[in-house]
């Protein structure tokens, strides 16, 4: 019997994490995946879907209690994919864009915390399994790191622009482990952290719609699989080409 590649993934409970879950099981995946709050009830029937580690990953010292978990978890077994999906980005109740002059710095603390270093920390700690499996990492960032955006806030872009810089020295570093890592950079996409404002941005998309959870899947998707074995230090653009502008 063939051996299941196996699959981590973070902030998995709605959006882009939900929808990749769903395209990692229906290529027949063990999934095991974190989040703040619990899945889905339909998800809980999944049979590919084996384990949910609840987490509140923009906490540091949880995060150290997570990844002593998941590696107990492998033991002894390969991790072909980490997609490091979970992010933060706060709004303010009245719809003004947090900027560098406005907000606590605080919650800049919060969102490099779980942008950033959760990422950082999880890649840290998974790299012998996926060594062992000669997997892959893919972290989501977002087209907001390489422009201004206007309406992520300013905490939520840097961490992301962040996060593209340490996609890039990962892939460095991790090929040494026969490990490749690369990013997804998701345009504006239905989910519950879009903006209600969001539709007066169509008319910069040149595909001239908003993308979808599974768009930004697909792309996880191929970076993991066997299609993508000769590609890292890639940031894929899932933007319906906003980027260009």
Known sequence: MTERNTLLLT???????????????????RVITSSREDVPSECKRDPNWTHHIPADLADPKAVERFVVEVQKLLEGEVLNALVNNAGLSPKTPFRERLGCLNG?????????????????????????????????????????????????????????????????????????????????????????????????????????????PDDVASAIFYLCAADSTYVTGTEIFVTGGQHLY
């Open 11 to 29: 902030g998995a409970s709605r959006g882009i994490g939900h929808a990749t879950v769903r395209r990692f099981s229906e290529a027949g995946w």
């Open 104 to 212: 606590e710095l605080d919650a800049w603390h919060e969102v490099f915390q779980l942008n950033f270093f959760t990422p950082l920390s999880l890649g840290r700690g998974c790299a012998a399994a996926l060594a062992r499996g000669k997997g892959a990492i893919v972290n989501v960032t977002s087209i907001a790191g390489h422009a201004v955006h206007p309406f992520a806030g300013s905490a939520y872009s840097t961490s992301k622009a962040a996060l593209s810089a340490l996609t890039r020295e990962m892939a460095a570093e991790f090929a040494q482990l026969g490990v490749r890592v690369n990013a997804v950079a998701p345009g504006e996409i239905e989910t519950q952290m879009l903006s209600p404002e969001t539709e007066v941005l169509i008319p910069r998309i040149p595909l001239q719609r908003l993308g979808s």
